[in-house]
Nanobody, 127 residues
């Protein structure tokens, strides 16, 4: 299984930006579709974005479309989430997750298709 470690979270004012990164080790990174999820206090974890194993395709939740950008660097075994125009409602713990190539893309919002998860990084957006 691949191990995933997120970084880049923190406290930011509304309208600001943050860039999250997820470093992978122990697997063949280029074989995985990579997703980002988030969980706000008192709420269920929700899908944020996914990038296909090749990086050619991306998909976003409606709530972040146009503000967040997911990207990957297979040579560096990393996936990133650039978050702009942040809102207080973006406050959550953000998780990256890996799914076998194709499986994640077919059903990106289903958590059970992701076989590996990071520990999460906290993002707090103040108003």
């Amino acid at each position: 299984q691949v191990q995933l470690v997120e970084s880049g979270g923190g406290l930011v004012q509304a309208g600001g930006s943050l860039r999250l990164s997820c470093a992978a080790s122990g697997g063949t990174f280029s074989h995985y579709d990579m997703g980002w999820f988030r969980q706000a206090p008192g709420k269920e974890r929700e899908f944020v974005a996914i990038v296909s194993w090749s990086g050619a395709s991306t998909l976003y939740a409606d709530s972040v479309k146009g503000r967040f950008t997911i990207s990957r660097e297979n040579a560096k075994n990393t996936v990133n989430l650039q978050m702009n125009s942040l809102k207080p409602e973006d406050t959550a713990v953000y998780y990256c997750a890996a799914a076998f190539g194709g499986a994640g893309w077919r059903t990106p919002r289903r958590e059970d298709v992701y076989h590996s998860w990071g520990q999460g990084t906290q993002v707090t957006v103040s108003s």
